[in-house]
């Protein structure tokens, strides 16, 4: 959709907003940062002097200022080292989900790192774990949960934040199916897997109190609190079929944390089932109801569903509205309570867009499937991509304290009085720091997360792949589009009526090619059978010959603040386009002489 059907929010609030809060490209901010980052220390010392009073002398006998050589010399090795760095900060740099980092980022990270607090629990993070908090409030108010109910912690990244759904996914699916296993066993009724595990809470509770069940009975059913191959060979006799345990649903353009996650939790590859892709790229819902009947027929639980808001490789984001409308409607007509999560990683930042004047810059029905984001049961975001702060920060979060609760050892169902005293026991990871956290916090309070703030910024990249898109498409006759939800452009190189295995090949070239060249930093991508719809469709738009099984992309992520102003985008797609026309000349030139 070009922009000019499609009225955008003025340019010049997301380059004010972009070039306000970030270093900028020629490090523009450098007076006012070095003089914060002085006040910071300043500040700390003052801290720490009028914390430790010594009795006696002990700190004085240091002298100050000596034996610091050898550090200062190995120091400036280090920072030179770091120097060889990819700069990820240039508006060049259009690679990665990575980019400049903010300037509230930087200092909000640097001031917490200072203190060094640790969010395992309130004793060693009496701050920081409340930071934490509000930081998860501000999160959750731009994810669209009410921040009143909502719980979440930050992790290492988006990979843990999948893991913590899948274990509190599993920690339901566990306790719903050990109390059908165990009244199926003890009154001799046959059981079946896959409604007793999805019940839902309420109807767990109901048959807790009318059957009087304890607690050492139920774990003795639990897959989890006693074997899991006993019990999956009781659930097979109690239940009369072969019980193969439970499936992971999630699109074929799911994150490979996905495969990460069904590998450690034990549930085997064979147990995560791949959604088809449309032509666009995202889950297709047919296909996705397909596979939930399939589970049941097999009776086989569905451990969760997964919708993607912002894939990895392309940032599409799946019709998340109509994923969960289906999963409503069967909740009404047959009682199946499935844990539905949305892996927004990426993408889950584009719903600071919603509400304004930024908002025009999102395909509608990319706005329609953002706003269904609240009615996940849990979500995992990474302030690390969209949210311009530094690794590692990623959060999870859930509507409600119900959804969050999770244990390695406890009953859930009873009550968790140890939550208030720190989040331990409800993070998978131990040690946890604050400065992520923090950097969350100060970019929330100060540039903010909705439309007058990062949504704009966001917007503004999302307008920026739409122009550098134009620009390549007047000069590069050969270079097709895919198509895109945000600001992830991807293209292959392809001649009207071309095999497809021709334009792979020239299209690895020229991504060789850029490899070689300082002028920009892309990356490539290899789309394979899961998007097939999306390959005959990408074919179809220059009756290419489909001879192969892979579609080779050249993949640019637009998320630099700087792309945000109108003279930098132009003068950079400008520059990108001179360098296709290189790289396509030099590739012609090599294949001539080959
Ligand atoms: C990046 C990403 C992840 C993994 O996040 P990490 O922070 O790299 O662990 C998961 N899901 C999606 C959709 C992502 O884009």
Redesign the pocket.
């Known amino acids: 959709m070009s922009s000019t059907m499609n009225p955008t929010a003025a340019p010049e609030i997301a380059t004010a907003f972009a070039q306000q809060h970030f270093p900028g490209a020629r490090s523009e901010h450098a007076p006012w940062l070095r003089d914060e980052m002085l006040a910071m220390l300043d500040h700390w010392f003052d801290w720490r002097r009028c914390r430790f009073q010594s009795p006696g002398d002990a700190v004085g006998s240091v002298a100050t200022g000596d034996g610091h050589e050898r550090l200062s010399e190995r120091l400036a090795v280090l920072r030179e080292a770091l120097t060889e760095e990819t700069p990820t900060f240039t508006p060049r740099y259009i690679a990665h989900?990575k980019s400049d980092l903010s300037l509230p980022a930087i200092l909000g990270w640097f001031a917490a790192m200072l203190h060094n607090p640790n969010n395992t629990s309130r004793e060693a993070s009496r701050v920081g774990s409340v930071i934490e908090t509000e930081a998860v409030a501000h999160l959750a108010t731009m994810l669209g949960y009410d921040p009143g109910q909502a719980q979440g912690h930050f992790t290492s990244?988006?990979?843990?934040a999948?893991f913590e759904a899948m274990w509190r996914a599993r920690y339901r699916l566990d306790h719903w199916l050990a109390m059908a296993l165990h009244l199926s066993e003890t009154r001799g009724e046959r059981l079946d897997p896959f409604a007793a595990a999805h019940m839902g809470w309420d109807r767990f509770r109901d048959l807790w109190r009318a059957h009087g069940v304890t607690e050492t009975a139920l774990k003795q059913a639990s897959a989890m609190a006693s074997n899991p191959l006993d019990v999956g060979r009781r659930i097979s006799r109690a239940s009369g079929i072969d019980y193969l345990g439970p499936v992971v649903i999630a699109p074929g353009n799911r994150?490979y944390?996905w495969n990460k996650g069904v590998n450690l939790f034990g549930l085997g590859a064979e147990a995560l089932w791949s959604v088809r892709l449309d032509a666009r790229g995202r889950m297709d819902l047919e296909d996705f109801e397909r596979l939930v009947f399939q589970a049941r027929d097999q009776g086989r639980p569905v451990l969760m569903t997964v919708g993607?808001a912002?894939?990895?490789e392309m940032s599409a984001v799946d019709p998340i509205d109509g994923l969960f409308d289906r999963l409503d409607e069967w909740e009404r007509q047959h009682g199946w309570r499935i844990w539905r999560h949305a892996?927004a990683?990426?993408g889950g930042f584009f719903r600071a867009l919603l509400d304004g004047a930024s908002e025009t810059a999102l395909r509608p029905d990319v706005s329609t499937a953002l706003r269904a984001l609240p009615r996940a049961d849990s979500i995992?975001i990474?302030p690390?991509?969209l949210g311009y702060i530094p690794y590692a920060c990623?959060a999870f979060l859930t509507s409600d304290a119900q959804s969050y609760a999770v244990s390695a050892f406890d009953a859930p169902y009873l009550h968790r009085p140890e939550l208030g005293a720190g989040k331990w026991a409800s993070t998978l990871e131990g040690s946890r720091s604050a400065a992520g956290a923090a950097a969350t916090w100060l970019t929330a309070e100060t540039l903010g997360l909705g439309p007058d703030g990062l949504g704009a910024v966001l917007a503004g990249t999302i307008e920026a792949r739409r122009a550098l898109e134009e620009a390549v498409m007047r000069a590069v006759p050969q270079a097709r589009f895919l198509p895109a939800d945000a600001n992830i452009a991807c293209f292959t190189l392809a001649e009207d009526g071309e095999r497809l295995s021709v334009s792979n090949a020239r299209t690895g070239a020229v991504f060789a090619y850029f490899q070689e060249s300082p002028a920009f930093a892309v990356s490539r991508t290899t789309l394979g059978r899961d998007c097939a719809a999306l390959k005959t469709a990408h074919l179809a738009g220059y009756d290419g010959v489909d001879d192969s099984e892979e579609l080779s992309v050249i993949r640019l992520v637009v998320m630099s603040p700087y792309w945000c102003d109108p003279v930098m985008r132009d003068e950079m797609a400008t520059l990108f386009v001179a360098e296709m026309a290189s790289a396509l000349q030099a590739v012609e030139t090599a294949s001539v002489k080959d």
């Open positions: 989900m990244g988006g990979t843990v999948n994150h944390s993607v912002g894939t990895t892996d990683a990426y995992t990474d690390h991509k990623g």
